[in-house]
């Protein structure tokens, strides 16, 4: 019986360094934390406002090219034209 504890007393003492090693570092990533200090490497990044995502309208112009406008641009009172109408209307 005295065999099998004789291994366990001679690694003993590297399990004991090895879990006051990491006891240690998790504490020093704790006050780390605490203060807010970044780890080493990492970069401060500045936070912009995010960007305000406008609604834009595909419309087509006179001469027959395609556009995109702000809708916030046109009025409200806004139809549908026929297909005759915007033969008409276009430029050649």
Same mark, same amino acid.
């Given at each position: 019986m005295s065999?099998?504890?004789e291994p366990i007393? /001679?690694?003993?003492?590297s399990r004991r360094k090895f879990v006051l090693s990491v006891a240690v570092l998790?504490?020093?990533a704790a006050v780390l934390a605490a203060v807010r200090i970044p780890f080493p490497g990492k970069k401060n990044k500045i936070a912009c406002a995010p960007e305000?995502?406008? /609604?834009m309208v595909k419309m087509l112009t006179q001469d027959?090219?395609?556009?995109?406008?702000d809708e916030a641009l046109l009025n409200a009172n806004r139809k549908k034209?026929?297909?005759t109408e915007l033969q008409h209307w276009i430029k050649k």
């Open positions: 065999n099998t504890l007393q /001679k690694e003993s003492p998790s504490a020093f305000s995502k406008k /609604k027959g090219r395609l556009v995109e406008i034209i026929t297909n």
